[in-house]
């Protein structure tokens, strides 16, 4: 079955960096976009970007232009997220998400990052 | 940016209806789609393409989408339809093409 699986969580000190990935499976990696969207304790859910798994090609919310880059590793039909100059306010859960057609198929199980010092 | 709005909460009594309303500006030109998030759990599409159903989610669900509005309408609500759901669109015109709406919390009595 489709599936996409989500490394684990992570604590982040203020300023750091953090990478995420997605592994996909059950499907062809390269066939379906993939979006990452983030959701903080108690609010809704926030788009930040997507990835062309085929071409590589990247959208970014403008909030995270600058700080968020997403790449893949086609070999191995993963996906990375990584988000840098970490705060506070970034602390939420991160779901990587298969779209097409302008929503979104499936989500991963989600990582939970906390920016705390 | 264009924003949706959703209720924040719609309560209703088992085997009775839901509807869940998505306001946006000539929403009704836009494609509305529907997920279902429960407590500790990722989002799951509902509704996509303002009426269609994906294999597997039950008949009770089912969308509409006219003017400034889409709507969301549970039939025979269940216990287990207890979630919250957020409407979402795509939004060319925008950097920010994923478009969420704030969501709703529905409350099974």
């Known amino acids: 079955q489709v599936q996409l699986v989500q490394s684990g969580a992570e604590v982040k000190k203020p300023g750091a960096s953090v990478k995420v990935s997605c592994k996909a499976s059950g499907y062809t990696f390269t066939s379906y976009d993939i979006n990452w969207v983030r959701q903080a304790t108690g609010q809704g859910l926030e788009w930040m970007g997507w990835m062309n798994p085929n071409s590589g090609n990247t959208g970014y919310a403008q909030k995270f232009q600058g700080r968020v880059t997403m790449t893949r590793n086609t070999s191995i039909s993963t996906a990375y997220m990584e988000l840098s100059s970490l705060r506070s306010e970034d602390t939420a859960v991160y779901y990587c998400?298969?779209?097409?057609?302008?929503?979104?198929?499936?989500w991963g199980q989600g990582t939970l990052v906390t920016v705390s010092s | 940016s264009y924003v949706l709005t959703q209720p924040p909460s719609v309560s209703v009594a088992p085997g009775q209806t839901a509807r869940i309303t998505c306001g946006g500006n000539n929403i009704g030109s836009k494609s509305v789609h529907w997920y279902q998030q429960k407590p500790g759990q990722a989002p799951v599409l509902v509704v996509y393409d303002d009426s269609d159903r994906p294999s597997g989610i039950p008949e009770r669900f089912s969308g509409s989408n006219s003017g400034n509005t889409a709507t969301l309408t549970i039939s025979r609500v269940e216990a287990g339809d207890e979630a919250d759901y957020y409407c979402q669109v795509w939004d060319s015109s925008s950097d920010h093409p994923y478009v969420f709406g704030t969501g709703t919390k529905v409350t099974v009595l």
């Open positions: 998400a298969r779209g097409r057609d302008g929503y979104i198929l499936g």
